[in-house]
């Protein structure tokens, strides 16, 4: 299983503009009821969330994606990938009690995710020991490895290992950006999977 944190990824001077745009009052979030998309039990009142998406798998660029491309180019660059597959920033927000969203993996191909932390806030990132298909043997899972937030910190992973984060007990929010990125090798799998993702849609 492959984790690697980097903190101060950024130059001081453009972190601080992704900080002051995704904290600033004309951002534009959209409401999520289940921010990890995986199902959540009734009682889960804190599944919620807030997203905006910068860059589409299927669409390409979107919204505000000119300010947060050189962002995702060093990324690629890091994670030795050749093409974005998507991009969003993604909010919690304060929760009286701990709680940890659904565990999840963002594709089921190959393809290598990151995390970048944008404010100083606290709720971890949490990793499992196994990928989606051992979970039909095992369902019991065991935490494998964590990261905390860290504003300007980056944690690049196998985008098909089971993690989910926390929402935060101390602070009033929690804000990354997610991204994921494929190797050109892995195309011809992209491709069947966004064929399938039309077929049920």
């Keep these: 299983m492959f984790i ?19 904290t600033g009052p004309n951002f534009g979030w959209c409401y999520n ?35 947060i491309q050189p962002l995702l180019y060093q990324i690629l660059d890091v994670t030795d990938c050749d093409l974005f597959l998507r991009a969003r920033a993604d909010m919690v927000t304060w929760s009286k009690e701990d709680f940890i969203h659904p565990a999840h993996n963002d594709y089921s191909f190959p393809n290598t995710a990151a995390v970048f932390y944008i404010n100083e806030t606290d709720g971890d990132t949490i990793f499992y020991n196994v990928k989606p298909a051992a979970v039909l043997k095992d369902k019991e899972l065991k935490e494998y490895d964590r990261v905390s937030p860290k504003a300007n910190r980056l944690v690049i992973f196998d985008g098909d290992l089971l993690h989910t984060g926390c929402s935060p007990t101390k602070h009033k929010n929690r804000i990354i950006i997610n991204s994921n990125y494929i190797k050109s090798k892995h195309i011809g799998v992209f491709k069947k999977w966004l064929e399938s993702q039309e077929n049920h849609s």
């Design 4 to 22: 690697k944190v980097i903190d101060n990824f950024l130059t001081k001077s453009y972190y601080k503009g992704i900080l002051d745009l995704l």
């Design 33 to 67: 009821d289940n921010i990890s998309i995986e199902p959540l039990e009734i009682s889960q009142f804190n599944g919620y969330g807030f997203s905006h998406v910068f860059w589409d798998e299927k669409k390409g660029p979107i919204n505000d994606a000119q300010f």
